[in-house]
């Protein structure tokens, strides 16, 4: 059977789960491979790792339904469906993963990813190695403790994952020019460094702390006063005046230094932030059982229920009401 651990350019396909499980061993690290249709997949694989640090992006559908169970799986494996879903199992705690949201599979604990039959998602594949030698020297001293991402990759309400995401897919559409591009060793430790960095500076993680006051000074201090302003006081109804007196600017110089520094306009951060907010109390209902939707809508300053719901929607891909349901039934 063909292995994947010299190969560089990659188009895949088969119906034998073997193939597949063996295939993408070489690519994630050793996992486990279930499904009831072992001989009758519809798996395919393209992607392209890089050489120096083993990076791997790719585009992947299994046709079926499969589970992939992963302990020490040696890599973060990152993805984001272009259609349909799945869902991460950790600890317990589910996350369900489409078109809004991606999910990080940690590469030093135990998690089950269930994938739907019609998911096709694309996938980055980041050795742990390479993701802490790289945070390491961001940070400029070694690392006391392994490197937990946030599972969950909000799309549209966190507007740098976005753009990494998109990055991600002009790379797969483009894959063919940088297979036949001469000069691609030379650039592919800094485009792998690019990915990584990027990824580190976008999505939470523990140590995310420490990579934002590195690069706290360089934000302007009445750009943080705003930033602050708007976490501290996010239940309080805020207006864009307020924001302008407290940055002591102009209105146009205030939206063009925000979205320089956090990737969208300070009204629009206010609105992502409390509708993320939501989204966490509806997944730990438990925490508050008597406290309703509506109630938290209010509570977080939406005082139009229709629109409230619309924009959740489009956050995150399902309505409050699901969101609610699925962590209760779980």
């Known amino acids: 059977m063909q292995s994947a651990i010299g190969e560089v350019d990659f188009n895949h396909q088969s119906q034998h789960a073997d193939f ?23 798996f395919k694989y393209v992607g392209m790792r890089f050489p120096q640090k083993r990076l791997a992006i790719g585009s992947i559908s299994y046709g079926a339904n499969v589970a992939i169970h992963v302990a020490n799986l040696g890599a973060y494996t990152i993805s ?9 199992d950790s600890h317990g705690a589910q996350f369900t993963s489409n078109i809004h949201q991606g999910v990080i599979v940690s590469g030093n604990d135990t998690q089950d990813l269930l994938i739907d039959k019609d998911c096709i998602k694309l996938q980055v594949v980041i050795p742990v190695a390479s993701i802490e030698q790289t945070l390491a020297h961001m940070l400029q001293k070694p690392l006391s403790q392994a490197v937990v991402f946030d599972p969950e990759m909000y799309v ?16 797969l559409q483009s894959r063919s020019h940088y297979t036949q591009f001469s000069g691609m060793p030379m650039l592919a430790a800094d485009y792998e460094n690019l990915v990584i960095k990027s990824l580190l500076l976008s ?7 420490a990579l934002r006051q590195l690069n706290q000074p360089s934000i302007p201090k009445h750009i943080q ?5 708007i976490l501290t006081h996010a239940r309080n109804p805020i207006c864009v ?6 940055a002591g600017v102009s209105k146009s110089k205030l939206y063009e230094e925000f979205k320089l520094y956090y990737g969208t306009s300070p009204m629009s951060y206010l609105r ?9 109390a509806l997944k730990n209902p438990f925490q508050q059982p008597k406290l309703s939707i509506s109630q938290l809508a209010y509570e977080w300053g939406f005082t139009h229920l229709s629109r409230f719901s619309e924009e959740y929607r489009q956050e995150f891909g399902e309505n409050p ?8 039934a779980h």
């Not at 984001?80 to 991460?88: A, D, H, N, W």
């Not at 549209?156 to 790379?171: D, L, M, T, Y």
């Not at 992502?272 to 966490?280: D, G, P, S, V």
């Open 20 to 42: 597949a499980h063996h295939l993408m061993s070489g690519i994630c690290g050793q996992h486990q491979l279930s499904t009831r249709c072992r001989d009758d997949l519809n």
């Open 203 to 209: 999505q939470e993680h523990n140590y995310s702390a």
């Open 225 to 229: 006063y705003v930033h602050q302003f």
């Open 156 to 171: 549209n309400s966190q507007p740098a994952i976005g753009v990494w995401w998109k990055h991600i897919r002009h790379f």
């Open 321 to 328: 009401s699901e969101t609610k349901l699925k962590a209760i």
């Open 241 to 246: 005046d307020d924001l302008v007196r407290l």
């Open 272 to 280: 992502q932030y409390r509708l993320q907010q939501i989204h966490n």
């Open 80 to 88: 984001l469906p272009t259609q349909g879903r799945q869902c991460l």
